[in-house]
């Protein structure tokens, strides 16, 4: 006869036996639903990179800016895309999406071209291009009909061994025409204050977000201001960018932009009247500085100074003759911009460029003299620039381009 402690005990055990298999039962099971959402997870990932690549290929397809959606493999994982222009860039937000799992990557995205670069394209106005010193230019150009010659600016008081490397073309009075670069607005905003920014230091807007305009009213500093992403800072006056100020991927727009000296950022610039850019500032890629064309009759200027380096591009654009005289882009010594530089107007040349060089007209200062259509010691190099470089899209878009990834925005 089984006493009644016995029984007692064997209850016991067997409520322990039920529990610990109830229990590993359970972890099992946590196991394969995390190890499913894993597998899912890592599926969406590759999807999204797959996505990606498809769009960056066949980009063209997706002009509009409104969401898209892609079933790549028709198996149910869905990949949906959201174009926007962002200054003379694009954003481009894509996310894998399976019932409740969601991936998301966004990128500054550019196109590439496949066709030739030029090293030079400098309008015909009746006069050779003059080089000089140690002026190098490598690629092929585009020049007036009595295309260039050597000259001797300085005398003996340097070295005189300028080179042009490359086959020459015929231009004409214009240059070649491009988009207008004009500053396209989101169609989702929202504005805020300058002082609110400088509450909650640093700050970043994600570009899933509606984009942050910032107004400045006359006098406002961006001194100490550490912000990035979707930002767009503007001002009637103008604005002053110093070496205590923190900015990635903002647009600048306001009358007059004076970057100080020792700045270092990626920015893109858009200004009505002029850009002065001090010494030893870097604007990292992606960075560029435009200035449209205008009807208004004043002077505009883009001044670099030395020791800069500018990744990306910059653009001053005229219409008419007149404006196209009263346009001016400096670039001196020392200084790089690796890009392209399009100036409807007069440049003087004493830095390098790496990329592409349109130009009106050319000029050189001295202290005593001014010469036409001189380069004296510049640098332009069409042939160095990296091959999936992106450039700026100062030509529309061209059959047979790709796109291609500038920067991971997450």
Same mark, same amino acid.
């Given at each position: 006869m089984i006493k009644a402690g016995s029984l007692l005990y064997a209850i016991y055990v067997c409520l322990i036996i039920a529990i610990l298999s109830g229990g590993l039962i359970y972890i099992f099971t946590i196991n394969k639903t995390l190890a499913t959402r894993q597998s899912v997870k890592e599926q969406l990932i590759d999807r999204c990179d797959s996505c990606f690549n498809y769009f960056l290929i066949n980009g063209k397809s997706f002009d509009k800016t409104e969401t898209q959606k892609i079933d790549l493999f028709e198996d149910g994982l869905v990949c949906e895309f959201t174009k926007e222009r962002w200054g003379m860039y694009a954003t481009l937000m894509g996310k894998a999406i399976f019932k409740k799992d969601t991936v998301e990557k966004k990128y500054i995205i550019g196109e590439v071209t496949n066709k030739e670069i030029k090293a030079l394209y400098l309008s015909d106005f009746g006069e050779e291009l003059k080089i000089s010193g140690t002026t190098l230019i490598k690629g092929n150009v585009v020049l007036p009909k009595k295309r260039y010659k050597v000259v001797n600016i300085l005398g003996n008081q340097q070295a005189n061994n300028p080179k042009l490397e490359g086959v020459i073309g015929v231009s004409s009075k214009n240059l070649p025409k491009i988009i207008s670069p004009k500053l396209q607005y989101p169609n989702d905003i929202v504005e805020i204050t300058l002082s609110k920014l400088k509450e909650n230091q640093p700050v970043y807007r994600g570009f899933q977000k509606s984009t942050a305009v910032v107004y400045l009213d006359k006098g406002e500093s961006l001194d100490r201001v550490n912000i990035k992403g979707n930002f767009i800072l503007k001002s009637r006056d103008t604005i002053h960018i110093d070496d205590t100020t923190k900015i990635e991927d903002v647009i600048i727009q306001a009358p007059k932009v004076v970057v100080e000296e020792g700045f270092e950022g990626s920015i893109q610039i858009y200004a009505e009247k002029g850009v002065e850019v001090e010494s030893n500032v870097k604007l990292l890629y992606p960075s560029c500085i435009v200035i449209e064309s205008s009807t208004r009759d004043y002077e505009k200027e883009i001044n670099i100074g030395e020791d800069v380096e500018i990744y990306g591009g910059i653009v001053i654009n005229g219409s008419s003759f007149r404006e196209k005289q009263n346009n001016?882009?400096? +670039?001196? /010594?020392? %200084? +790089?911009?690796?890009?392209?530089?399009?100036?409807?107007?007069?440049? /003087?040349? #004493?830095? %390098?460029?790496?990329? *592409?060089?349109? =130009?009106? &007209? +050319?000029? +050189? &200062? =001295? #202290? *005593? %003299? &001014?010469y036409a259509d001189v380069i004296l010691n510049g640098t332009i190099d069409a042939l160095g620039i990296p091959n999936n470089f992106v450039r700026l899209p100062l030509f529309g878009s061209i059959e047979g381009n790709r796109f291609e990834r500038v920067k991971n925005i997450q």
């Open positions: 001016f882009l400096v +670039l001196n /010594e020392n %200084s +790089l911009v690796v890009g392209d530089v399009y100036c409807n107007g007069i440049m /003087e040349l #004493k830095g %390098s460029v790496l990329g *592409s060089v349109y =130009t009106h &007209k +050319l000029q +050189l &200062k =001295t #202290k *005593s %003299s &001014k």
